[in-house]
């Protein structure tokens, strides 16, 4: 655990190895636990333009405050053993949060359930505790199959890649619930933390291949899902550079009346290029798709009754562009990126585009092997259809981030 960058990486995706894990126990039987994680408090501003509207297309208020950032604190446990030639392990990564909820009042501003009219019951109830990751591994030289719940795969090198994983980006929530949006919906769309079956091949090598079915998701107005989605990714990865692409697909029908339905067929296709030195990089993603929305997978994917089938499912596309600098000898490296998303209209409805896009700077400072310093900027503006004006935030942040 002695590169954050890598840590992170691992706390993400669930990768997270013993060589990295701050705990590691040796069992009598061949088997290893590591423990592993992190804690990041973030102060942030926000400035926000419409009577206090947000940016956030998801509907929120402001999320200024003392919140966690983008990524949440995470605990993570691991077993691992070999047993013959097979590879076995197990993976719990629990990510909580440290805002309170927020627990909205009744009309009147009286409160509800001991709340106080600012949404902060007693003792912060509502705070989240996510279990984000629960999974088992099996693997040998052939590769490895995860089977539970972890981060999807279509767009989770966007993320990954993406500065504000370390800061906020995009506050977003209703009023601060959960994690910030960082760049999802102004950049890329969420991946997701989903039940799974997932064949990846042997790590070690410059190319590595994902594909996997995952629980479908509803995109109303198509309901019924009967087959599991199909995603999949591959990297091809160099020194500091990488190189991906991915996709999905996904079909549902209307719901069944009187022995009619539709169905909608859901695609998206993603990729990027990262070219890095020690000392800079630069990154470029994007991605394109019909029915996967904008923000998180399906969120608005579709319209109407479904009864134009695929033709009532939305187009979007996406991506950002991002440098970073790290100067020689230096543990301080500057980052600044831009990302937009768009969702335009269905066949089969009225001509619309909405849009969101992001810029973000930030300053993160190393101060030791495990504790990151990070300094914010972030302006945002979304774009939606029949709002009477744009949507603009200006959230500058400042925060901590300790991984151990």
Same mark, same amino acid.
């Given at each position: 655990?002695r590169?954050?960058a890598?840590? @992170?990486?691992?706390l993400?995706v669930?990768a997270?190895?013993a060589a990295e894990?701050?705990?590691? %126990?040796q069992?009598g039987n ?6 592993a994680?992190?804690?990041n408090?973030?102060l942030?501003? !926000?400035d926000?333009n ?7 297309p998801l509907g929120g208020k402001g999320?200024a405050?003392?919140r ?6 995470f605990a993570?446990f691991?077993?691992?053993g070999k047993?013959?030639s ?6 719990? /990564?629990f990510? #909580?949060q440290?805002q @309170?909820g *927020?627990?909205?009042p009744?009309t /009147?501003?009286?409160a509800s359930?001991?709340a106080s009219?600012n949404?902060q019951g007693?003792d @912060?109830q509502?705070?989240?505790?996510? %279990?984000?990751q629960v999974y ?8 490895q199959i995860l089977?539970g719940?972890e981060l ?5 090198q966007n993320i990954?890649n993406d500065?504000?994983l370390?800061?906020?980006g995009a506050? /977003?929530?209703?009023? $601060? ?10 950049g ?6 989903k039940a799974? %079956?997932?064949y ?6 410059p190319?590595n291949?994902s594909?996997?079915l ?5 995109? #109303? ?6 087959? #599991?989605?199909v995603?999949a990714?591959?990297?091809?990865s ?7 692409v $991915? ?5 549902n029908k209307?719901p069944?009346?009187?022995?009619t ?7 998206? /296709?993603?990729g990027?290029?990262?070219f890095? +030195?020690p000392?800079?990089s630069?990154t470029?993603t994007?991605?394109?798709?019909k029915g996967i ?17 695929s !033709?009532?499912?939305?187009k979007s *596309?996406?991506?950002?562009g991002?440098?970073?600098?790290t100067?020689?000898?230096?543990k ?5 990126s831009w990302?937009i998303?768009?969702?335009k209209?269905a +066949?089969?409805?009225a001509?619309?585009? !909405?849009q969101?896009?992001?810029?973000s700077?930030g300053?993160?400072?190393q101060?030791?092997?495990s504790l990151?310093?990070v300094g914010e900027?972030?302006?945002a503006v979304s774009k939606?259809? $029949?709002a #009477?004006?744009d949507?603009?935030e200006?959230?500058?942040?400042f925060g901590? %981030?300790l991984f151990?």
């Open positions: 655990m590169r954050v890598l840590l @992170c990486l691992g993400v669930g997270a190895s894990a701050q705990l590691t %126990m069992m061949g088997w290893s636990f590591t423990f994680g992190n804690v408090a973030f942030v501003y !926000d926000i419409d009577n206090g509207l947000v940016t956030d999320a405050g003392i966690t950032g983008l990524l949440p604190a993570v691991d077993a691992k047993e013959g097979t590879d076995l392990g197990v993976h719990f /990564g990510a #909580p440290i @309170c *927020y627990n909205p009744p /009147g501003g009286a359930n001991g009219v949404g007693h @912060c509502g705070a989240q505790i996510d %279990m984000r088992l591994t099996v693997g040998g030289s052939w590769g089977a719940r999807g795969l279509f767009g989770r990954l500065q504000t370390f800061g906020v506050t /977003g929530g209703a009023a $601060g619930q959960g994690t910030t949006l960082g760049r999802i919906g102004f890329y769309i969420y991946p997701e933390f799974q %079956m997932t990846s091949s042997a790590p070690g090598r190319f291949f594909i996997g995952f629980q479908p998701a509803q995109n #109303p107005p198509f309901l019924t899902v009967q087959i #599991p989605r995603e990714e591959g990297v091809w160099s020194g500091n550079s990488k190189v991906w $991915g996709g999905l697909a996904q079909s209307t069944d009346v009187g022995g339905s539709t169905s909608g067929f859901a695609w998206g /296709g993603t990027g290029l990262r890095g +030195t000392m800079f630069v470029g994007a991605y394109y798709g929305g904008n923000i998180l997978l399906f969120l608005g994917g579709a319209t109407g009754t479904g009864a134009g089938g !033709d009532d499912l939305r *596309y996406g991506g950002y991002q440098v970073t600098v100067p020689a000898n230096s301080v490296t500057l980052a600044g990302g998303s768009v969702l209209n +066949t089969s409805e001509a619309r585009k !909405d969101n896009w992001l810029a700077g300053i993160y400072f101060a030791t092997k990151k310093v900027f972030n302006y939606a259809l $029949g #009477p004006a949507v603009k200006i959230s500058p942040a901590l %981030m151990f």
